[in-house]
């Protein structure tokens, strides 16, 4: 049997909305996947450091506000980063 996929959902930035990510998560929970949840307010350090230490297979991201073309590209940098200092070691 293999292991369930695992699912970061986070909701980066100041958007205090948060019930669309949790109707998400349940419903990746419901399909059998593992969910980790990181809650509101988020940094894009504070995801990635999430990411990797959950050691997830995919994050999802939960952005109202609009400022998906600012952070989007800061957390992806961050796992970027993250990825080749692992290569290196």
Do not use: F
């Amino acid at each position: 049997m293999t292991p369930p996929i695992r699912v970061l959902v986070a909701k980066p930035g100041l958007d205090g909305h948060d019930r669309g990510a949790k109707v998400i998560a349940r419903a990746l929970r419901d399909a059998g996947m593992e969910v980790i949840y990181t809650g509101l307010r988020q940094t894009p350090e504070m995801i990635a450091e999430a990411a990797l230490q959950e050691d997830v297979h995919v994050v999802g991201l939960s952005i109202l506000s609009g400022a998906h073309l600012a952070l989007i590209p800061r957390i992806l940098e961050q796992l970027r980063a993250a990825a080749a200092k692992s290569a290196k070691a």
